[in-house]
């Protein structure tokens, strides 16, 4: 009896034995992540988390009789946030979230065209590829800071800019001037990243769809918005949304190359570090907070909306082929070869 | 937020570093009190680009073996210095004991009680250096720093234009200096040529341009009593000296974006007749390797002012002793050490950076070597400093945007300074 009961027992315990295998798995899983998880969690949670709690706080801005600053922060509830929106500190508050949305959309507009222009022109095969692709890269290997330099000599008074326009421009005084400076010099420096994205895109679209579409008759143009665009669609979507979120943290190129303080370029990140810079910490971390929601509110659009697939989650619907990413593209390839061999028919019909 | 995530990890760091800093000796810690302690210190200052800096630290090393002064170099923008100052204090960090602070960081720091208050009497050498300086170590009468270098505006003009036009002595007010303008104009040699130009881009410089137009025009912007006194008629009477400057063309238009060095290259080029800069100028100007079209053709004078001589801004810097370090003992006997005669000589030698010793700049053999010493001098003895406040930043952001609306012609000087005073209250009252 006592022999047979396990043996009774067995086909009962098989389920839950599976189970433990799943569990067994899963626990080593964690413990072999849990490093990764330690690290991120300091990294990124613990700054997240007390950005959110310091912007709560105030500290520093009264003086005892002696002249002395009173030591402490004080809880203030939401009160840095209120103040980001009333009087003074509103109406800059709202001219940089003008100029950091001016600057989102003008440049990463701009950029896109240019960039997909770069990829187009990469792409192509020709003697000396090899030198443009390097040149047209060279933008954006080189440092923000360091490009927001040589762009700040170029349009000074005495620059080189100034003498090929043939008259004098004040560039770093405030005004659109400024504002165009900007422009100009983040679409150099940031075009060659879409450049770079979109050239990628590009050269997983098989050669043949091409032939197809010259069969056909398909004009330059045609063949562009028809093929290429849709193409590469996943590719350029990524590229975009990477350069929005980068634009609408701009900084340093507004700071060096025009300067803190000017109206006319001044963004949200530079309000968080004057902020900061004046020992203001508590509103310092309730600007970089709102910032960080208009960031987030932005891409959870952009994602919604043009479906761009950023973390390779269509990957996992790839038998339904539904929304973007790879599967999307697949889908489309696989539309696009029956038009090959259409292609194929039609070129036969003719003959 | 990633700004954010910086900052706080870099605060991390910070106080990482400094608890990982074990002390060799002594209590240190937050007391701000007593200067006692003795051993090894640190001493943070901002990028060394003379190389000098190291051998007067060394020349200290050996002869203090077991209180060694280890040198941590800061970036060489001054915002970013006063950065890691302020985050070494904010960590409580004893990482620096010695800071080498801006003279216009006193208040602040000071007031935040992120520097220990030094007795004036562990200074002995105090009263031999020029009082202006001095002043700019102290916050509400108290001694928080020793002033080791200083700086004053200096006015350089061409000389050999000026004696073409039958001018033999500098300007000492700005209406002598737009009448020997209309002199000079007259000469074929002067084409092209502005009259003067100092820095006025929105910055640091542009503070320091408008407190000496004020200051010479016999206004204020913050009084004696602590209190911003800037919407007067003298105020009033120096700004419109700049603002119509730029209307009349006497400052060229592009002046609007000068710091010092665009306005250098200007003064170089011979594109100017008087410039307003310090003294750093002076030798790179008479470089003969072709860099500078003026060498030996400028001289330098005070600056002028409304009715007589101008009143500069002044520079130069602070030793003042962190409150958070270890070893204060040591701290003070190694800026008095740097503070002394023999060893601001041998910086003066070395790197030509203004000392704070009133009998160096009588030495006749620095004087023969650095002609500029003795109008430096004047400059420096009637100099005032930039407003004592513990906003520094925001008083300081907040004069920039007054003048630079005044001087760019989008503001009247009389709302500009209206304006500012408003500003300038809220900034200061609590």
């Known amino acids: 009896m006592t022999a047979t009961a396990p043996v009774v027992d067995r086909p009962a315990k098989k389920p839950k034995r599976e189970q433990r295998f799943d569990e067994g798995t899963g626990r080593l899983a964690a413990v072999l992540l849990s490093p990764t998880l330690v690290v991120l969690a300091l990294v990124v949670l613990f700054p997240i988390i007390s950005a959110l709690r310091e912007s709560l706080f105030q500290s520093g801005q009264h003086l005892d009789a002696n002249g002395f600053v009173v030591q402490g922060s004080t809880f203030v509830g939401l009160q840095n946030y209120a103040d980001i929106f009333r009087g003074d500190t509103g109406h800059r508050f709202w001219n940089a979230f003008y100029n950091t949305t001016f600057f989102t959309v003008v440049c990463v507009v701009l950029e896109t065209v240019l960039g997909v222009a770069m990829a187009l022109i990469m792409h192509k095969a020709f003697r000396g590829r090899g030198i443009v692709r390097a040149s047209i890269l060279v933008p954006w290997a080189i440092p923000t800071i360091i490009s927001a330099l040589l762009w700040k000599w170029i349009f000074q008074a005495d620059g080189v800019f100034n003498a090929i326009i043939g008259t004098q421009v004040l560039w770093s005084t405030d005004g659109w001037q400024a504002k165009l400076s900007i422009v100009i010099a983040d679409t150099w420096k940031t075009a060659p990243f879409i450049g770079l994205l979109v050239l990628a895109g590009l050269q997983t679209i098989p050669a043949e769809v091409y032939e197809a579409a010259k069969v056909d008759g398909a004009s330059a143009w045609k063949t562009f918005t028809r093929i290429t665009l849709p193409l590469v669609k996943p590719a350029l979507l990524v590229a975009v949304l990477f350069r929005i979120l980068d634009t609408l943290r701009i900084f340093d190129l507004p700071f060096v190359l025009v300067g803190p303080h000017k109206d006319s370029v001044e963004t949200l990140s530079m309000l968080a570090y004057d902020e900061a810079f004046n020992v203001r910490f508590g509103p310092a971390a309730a600007y970089a907070t709102v910032l960080f929601l208009y960031v987030a509110v932005v891409a959870y659009m952009f994602v919604k909306i043009l479906g761009a697939d950023v973390i390779g989650e269509a990957r996992a619907k790839k038998p339904g082929g539904g929304g973007g990413g790879k599967g999307w593209r697949r889908k489309n390839a696989v539309k696009a070869s029956p038009g090959t061999s259409v292609g194929a028919v039609s070129m036969g019909g003719g003959v | ?430």
């Open chain 2, 1 to 430: 937020m990633a700004f954010v995530a910086v900052a706080g990890s870099l605060v991390l760091l910070a106080a990482a570093c400094g608890s990982g800093n074990s002390g060799s000796s002594s209590s240190g810690g937050s007391s701000t009190g007593a200067l006692d302690g003795r051993g090894p210190i640190t001493f943070a200052t901002g990028k060394d680009t003379s190389g000098f800096l190291p051998k007067q630290i060394a020349a200290w090393n050996s002869a203090h073996p077991n209180e060694k002064v280890e040198l941590k170099e800061l970036p060489e923008s001054a915002d970013a210095q006063r950065q890691q100052m302020v985050q070494n204090a904010q960590a409580k960090s004893d990482a620096f004991t010695v800071l080498n602070m801006d003279v216009v960081w006193t208040s602040e720091f000071a007031a935040n009680q992120w520097i220990t208050q030094i007795p004036e009497d562990k200074v002995p050498d105090l009263g031999k250096l020029i009082p202006a300086t001095v002043e700019t170590a102290k916050y509400r009468d108290k001694l928080y720093g020793v002033p080791i270098t200083s700086d004053g505006g200096l006015l350089y003009y061409r000389k050999d234009l000026l004696t073409k036009a039958g001018v033999t002595t500098p300007p000492a007010t700005w209406a002598d200096m737009l009448t020997d303008c209309q002199k000079v104009a007259a000469l074929p040699e002067a084409k092209g040529m502005s009259c003067y130009a100092g820095q006025f881009e929105k910055y640091e410089g542009l503070t320091v341009n408008f407190s000496e137009a004020i200051n010479s025009a016999g206004g204020v912007i913050v009084g004696k009593d602590g209190k911003p006194n800037v919407n007067t008629p003298e105020a009033k009477a120096g700004l419109e000296e700049l603002v119509n400057g730029f209307k009349t063309g006497a400052i060229p238009k592009e002046a609007i974006t000068y710091t010092e060095e665009p306005s250098r290259r200007a003064f170089q080029d011979g594109k100017l007749l008087f410039l307003r800069n310090w003294p750093y100028v002076y030798s790179l100007a008479n470089k003969t390797d072709g860099s500078s079209k003026v060498a030996g053709k400028f001289a330098v004078s005070p600056l002028p002012g409304k009715a007589g001589p101008g009143v500069s801004s002044l520079g130069g810097h602070d030793y003042a002793i962190s409150a958070f370090a270890k070893n204060k003992a040591t701290a003070v006997d190694f800026i008095n050490f740097m503070a002394s005669e023999a060893r601001q000589k041998a910086n003066l030698e070395a790197t030509s950076q203004a000392p704070t010793w009133q009998s160096l700049y009588d030495d006749p053999t620095l004087g023969k070597q650095f002609p500029y010493l003795a109008p430096l001098k004047a400059s420096i003895l009637g100099a005032q400093p930039r407003p004592k406040v513990v906003k520094y930043g925001d008083v300081t952001a907040a004069i920039q945007a007054a003048a630079y609306g005044a001087l760019s012609g989008t503001v009247a000087p009389d709302k500009a300074l209206a304006d500012l005073q408003t500003k300038l209250q809220s900034l200061i009252t609590n």
